[in-house]
């Protein structure tokens, strides 16, 4: 009987504590919600720092609070303010971002301007010119072929031989050696774009000089053993013609049989 009336009294008692817990109101302090709403998000507002001074300033509690901090209430302390530290940081972060992107726009031009300029001076890459593609790989055929055409081709074996017996032969060799050996120079070496066409220019009018002075050259020589023929076989078709007699020369003799045969 004891037992059961304990066992009533504790039950009863863990009820009341029940129920007492579940009515627990919850307390909030104003002052300490009015800073985190400054702190967080709302305006810094001078009239919600409480305790205030009351009327004509005698609140000893506002003297007790604030005295020791006169200038707290007037200063914004917000991190999100116009002038808070947060602001401040996403403001340094965005000017960070903006230079950087100016110093990488700054960077590409540069490489940019790096890469043109190594192209403009590089020979490497002077067969892919479109001025050399187009006009002097075909102006310059004859120095930078393959294989060297023969310089006596389409002559007479007679016209050979002179050529070959008075020098003419290995003086336009060197020259034509020469020729390509500077515009050989002129397309591997490292050397402005303008440089580079200007010493085409250069070197394509010395190339048609010695083409023109080559032909001229196998001409005459042409011209001079065929006269040399006819004057040979006037010779020993009229041995005593006056023409041939006294102390006249072979040039002379040479052009009275040119004049004769024109």
Excluded at 20 to 41: F, G, L, P, S, Y
Excluded at 67 to 91: E, V
């Amino acid at each position: 009987m004891k037992t059961k009336y304990i066992t009533t009294l504790l039950l009863c008692l863990f009820s009341i504590m029940g129920t007492m817990a579940q009515n627990v109101k919850r307390q909030t302090d104003k002052h300490i919600v009015h800073q985190q709403e400054r702190m967080v998000h709302k305006q810094w507002d001078r009239k919600k720092f409480t305790p205030t001074s009351g009327f004509l300033g005698l609140n000893p509690n506002y003297w007790l609070t604030w005295a020791w901090h006169p200038n707290y209430p007037k200063t914004d302390r917000r991190p999100l303010s116009g002038t808070g530290p947060q602001t401040l940081r996403m403001g340094m972060v965005l000017a960070m971002q903006q230079t950087d992107e100016a110093y990488k726009k700054h960077t590409d031009t540069i490489r940019k301007v790096a890469v043109t300029e190594a192209l403009n001076y590089s020979g490497l890459v002077a067969d892919a010119d479109p001025l050399w593609l187009l006009y002097y790989r075909k102006e310059f055929g004859n120095l930078t072929g393959g294989t060297d055409t023969d310089p006596l081709a389409g002559l007479s074996p007679d016209v050979r031989d002179y050529l070959r017996n008075k020098g003419l032969l290995e003086w336009y060799s060197e020259e034509r050696a020469e020729l390509k050996e500077r515009l050989e120079a002129a397309r591997t070496t490292t050397l402005d774009r303008g440089s580079r066409i200007m010493a085409y220019h250069r070197l394509l009018g010395e190339h048609r000089k010695l083409l023109s002075a080559w032909e001229a050259k196998k001409n005459y020589a042409a011209k001079f053993l065929s006269l040399a023929k006819n004057r040979d076989r006037l010779r020993s078709d009229n041995p005593d013609h006056p023409e041939f007699s006294g102390n006249r020369s072979d040039v002379q003799i040479a052009e009275n049989i040119l004049k004769r045969t024109q």
